[in-house]
């Protein structure tokens, strides 16, 4: 029998592309010691304690230690890993320095660290001034934690095919998609048709190494970076340390490349590709994503702009930085691009350049049929989403949102030209920063035209409604009426002002029980679409939280405080709305212990991944009325 008073140590030494399966390695070594304890005790096994002990091994370069202590409850123990890195002289690791981080050493620091992150929480968020319980609290700053403790770093290759990449855009339009096609046979051949099809065939290959650091949605079912995603992310990280957002949105910036285009799935290595199905590993150099990450970059000029304002608030972070007593003060990291305007700048520049090509990007390679089929817009702006097969537009990020069936080359998307039109809107404010002067003239003039061509493609005056537009078989272009979060994103990314002819017919809209209004939030799809709750109904009726925050955003930002005819309803729809998206989120997690990645607009209920303390978590903003 092995002895089990004492520590036992393991130590493996694997090549360093296997180190990610190293889980499922050890489940594999306790299985087969299993299997020879099993064939030497075919009677009867021994003392449970002593069936699975890992054998001491001494590999001279180790890159894995597994250590088996086995211990009788009640116990408790601290676990100290210092490495000689960590020490800035030179002198070696000691038992001295375990002390002081272990036993009741370790208790007051962790004391004093929670502490310091409740006093900074209710500081940069102050829900207890709001009212709000001690639970509610503990809840919100458990969404905090769940998002920034998601953070990760990925390296590796991903599979892109470049087959179309360099083909005529009047090429690509046309070969729209089919019902029976996947998201991988776009514009291409399709099962059964080889060469000689007049279709280019796919080609993917993979490229890199790429690095990135970024959040994600859920750590067990998405854990990788989404460009769709992201941008949200950094709303709720980017208020709680401005410059870690800054960080990240940074790396996110270099992966541009030098045509414009950023994968929308961050699947970089082979443990990524482990958790995504073959099918959906492939990234096509003209499929787009909603660039979410300029929610995040207007975002921090508004902070920025904030501080410059009340310089009576950027005295106070310098003394405070000038203040630092010890490195656990985050002062100077989370807010130095804040206060000092040279560092903001320097970003700004850094980062300028990348998004001006993505900008860019969408409006060469997402531009839509604008002048055919009886259209003559006057903004002169079209912009249709590739990627789309009969029953998914994966890359307008609202999978299968009802659009036009079957696909046409003609379709023009209402949230497309509103996400470049929000896009032209932030690089002009970028521009103004940096000082150039040309570029702010261009941006004025096509976010001009782009919210002309959306009230004159887009607006539906039977309906009242925002919609797709697509072409009938007489060749003619029509609306195609569907009520939802594709009618609202003109109002929710702030694009209509307060008296605009439109907005009362919006409020109407999302306030109708019949439409989107619902206990829980507003649903993703009209009830009365007869689309409502069918097939997936993935965002066919359920309440997503990212779209209600940018709808209260806009409604606290835009409306709520502006005198006119709708002022008072905008304020009524806001107070209610934001009580039923606290309400709920909450109530589902104390009753099941998650937040979710969607809500029943039905009964509330939590549906799909979970934990999804993805863009779900903005609900600690909404509670602290941070837009």
């Known amino acids: ?181 996947d998201e991988e046979d776009d514009y291409f051949g399709g099962a059964g048709k080889g060469e000689g099809s007049g279709k280019p065939q796919p080609n993917p290959k993979e490229e890199g190494p790429f690095s990135l650091f970024t959040a994600v949605p859920s750590r067990p079912f998405f854990p990788r970076g989404f460009l769709w995603d992201e941008g949200f992310h950094h709303l709720l990280i980017g208020a709680w340390d401005n410059d870690l957002s800054l960080d990240i949105i940074s790396h996110w910036a270099s992966l541009i490349d030098e045509k414009g285009w950023v994968a929308r799935e961050q699947i970089l290595g082979e443990e990524a590709r482990s958790k995504v199905p073959k099918e959906f590993q492939t990234q096509y150099p003209h499929f787009a994503n909603p660039p979410t990450l300029v929610l995040a970059v207007n975002k921090y000029i508004e902070r920025l702009r904030f501080m410059r304002k009340h310089p009576e608030l950027k005295m106070q972070e310098i003394t405070d930085i000038d203040g630092m007593t010890s490195t656990s003060d985050v002062n100077l990291l989370s807010s130095a691009h804040l206060v000092d305007e040279t560092l903001a700048k320097s970003y700004l520049d850094r980062v300028y350049e990348k998004f001006r090509k993505q900008y860019l990007w969408f409006r060469r390679t997402q531009w839509g049929n604008i002048e055919d089929h009886g259209r003559d817009p006057k903004g002169g702006e079209g912009y249709r989403w590739r990627g789309r097969t009969d029953q998914h537009t994966l890359t307008s990020g609202l999978d299968d949102y009802p659009r036009a069936s079957p696909p046409h080359e003609g379709e023009l998307h209402v949230d497309l030209i509103s996400w470049v039109a929000f896009y032209a809107r932030t690089l002009r404010a970028v521009a103004e920063e940096l000082g150039k002067e040309a570029d702010v003239k261009e941006y004025l003039k096509h976010e001009k035209n782009l919210l002309t061509s959306l009230d004159d493609l887009h607006w539906d005056k039977k ?112 107070k209610e709305l934001r009580g039923n998206i606290i309400k709920n989120v909450y109530k589902e997690y104390k009753r099941t212990g998650y937040v979710w990645e969607q809500y029943s607009s039905e009964d509330g209920e939590g549906k799909r991944s979970h934990p999804f303390t993805g863009w779900t978590a903005l609900v600690t903003l909404i509670m602290a009325e941070k837009y």
């Open 1 to 181: 029998m092995p002895d089990l008073e004492r520590t036992i140590v393991a130590k493996w030494e694997i090549p360093k592309q296997h180190l990610w399966q190293i889980k499922e390695g050890l489940a594999h070594h306790v299985v087969e010691h299993a299997k020879q304890l099993a064939q030497k005790y075919p009677e009867a096994l021994p003392d449970a304690a002593h069936l699975f002990v890992v054998s001491d091994s001494t590999k001279e370069k180790p890159n894995v230690l597994l250590v088996q202590k086995t211990l009788r409850a009640p116990f408790q123990f601290d676990i100290v890993f210092l490495s000689q890195s960590a020490k800035r002289h030179k002198e070696p690791i000691g038992a001295d320095d375990a002390k002081d981080l272990s036993g009741k050493a370790l208790t007051g620091l962790l004391k004093s660290a929670s502490d310091s992150f409740d006093n900074r929480f209710e500081k940069q968020f102050g829900l207890a001034a709001k009212g709000f319980k001690d639970d509610e609290i503990a809840f919100a700053q458990s969404l905090l934690g769940n998002m920034v403790g998601g953070l990760g770093y990925f390296h590796g290759t991903q599979i892109v095919d470049r087959a179309l990449e360099d083909l005529e855009e009047d090429f690509v339009a046309d070969f729209p998609t089919n019902e029976e096609e």
């Open 463 to 574: 309906s009242k409604s925002y919609c797709d537009v697509s072409v009938d078989n007489a060749g003619e272009s029509y609306h195609l009426v569907h009520k939802g979060y594709l009618s609202l994103m003109p109002f929710v990314l702030g694009l209509l002002p307060a008296d605009h002819p439109h907005l009362g017919a919006i409020l109407d809209m999302m306030y109708d029980e019949k439409e989107l209004w619902s206990p829980y939030g507003l649903a993703s799809l009209s009830k009365s679409d007869e689309f409502y709750g069918t097939r997936e109904n993935y965002w066919r009726g359920p309440v997503w939280i990212n779209i209600n925050y940018l709808a209260l955003a806009s409604l606290h930002k835009n409306y709520v405080s502006a005198p006119g005819p709708h002022q008072a309803k905008a304020q009524k729809i806001y």
